[in-house]
């Protein structure tokens, strides 16, 4: 998939639900409902950082900005990890 391709696609999400399906993301439903708008700036923000140009790229800055806004959810003084990013996954 060429960079137009994977952006042109990106721009056809009406929702940020349907851009975590496409990258076979798994979501807490409740989560994106809580915060949603935050998750889309960041993935909007990472993508224009990242320069996303095919599918692994745009899916890696989307787990980005999943992780990041559940883990300023987490109480800071705790080892929680969130189920978002390939980091947190292993632990």
Known sequence: MTNT???K???NFTCIEEALR???????????????????KRFSGNLILSK???WFSARRALKNAYCKTQRERLDKHTRS?????TSCERR
Request: aromatic letters at 12%; glycine letters at 6%; charged letters at 35%.
């Open 81 to 85: 990890a969130c189920r978002g990013c």
């Open 9 to 11: 696609t990106i721009e």
């Open 22 to 40: 496409y990258f076979e993301i798994d979501f807490d439903k409740g989560f994106i409902d809580e915060s949603r708008d935050l998750l889309v």
């Open 52 to 54: 996303a140009d095919d």
């Open 5 to 7: 391709n994977i952006n």
